[in-house]
């Protein structure tokens, strides 16, 4: 419902559950909900990214973790196709700090693959 919710309402009219996201919960640990995991790849998508700045610091903050993870890959993957450029170098540069274990693990392979595909040209 809350998926629904942030996709078809304006994010002026949704704006009540960014911010219970950010008081009651850390994004890094919903990331790693299987539904949780939705929730905030929708509000990456629809939520303009002025006002997502700290909360995609927050996950970005949890790269290395959350890569590796089976639900919170798809939250970082998002990060780097829907997030500002700060945020891409910086998901980027801490993938490369680790990359013996990065093509070590089939999630974080796929978002090492993502990105490729959105900071090849930065």
């Keep these: ?40 790849e929708r509000v990456i998508e629809h939520f303009p990214p002025d006002a997502l700045f700290n909360f995609v610091n927050d996950i970005v903050d949890d790269t290395c973790e959350l890569s590796r993870h089976s639900y919170g890959n798809f939250v970082v993957q998002h990060v780097l196709e829907h997030g500002e450029q700060v945020h891409r170098k910086r998901v980027m540069a801490t993938l490369c700090l680790d990359l013996d274990a990065v093509v070590l693990n089939q999630y974080a392979c796929n978002v090492l693959d993502k990105a490729l595909s959105y900071c090849a040209l930065e």
Excluded: T
């Design 1 to 40: 419902v809350l998926q629904r919710a942030i996709e078809f309402m304006r994010p002026a009219a949704v704006n009540f559950i960014l911010q219970e996201l950010v008081q009651k919960s850390r994004p890094a640990m919903l990331a790693r909900h299987q539904y949780g995991c939705r929730v905030l």
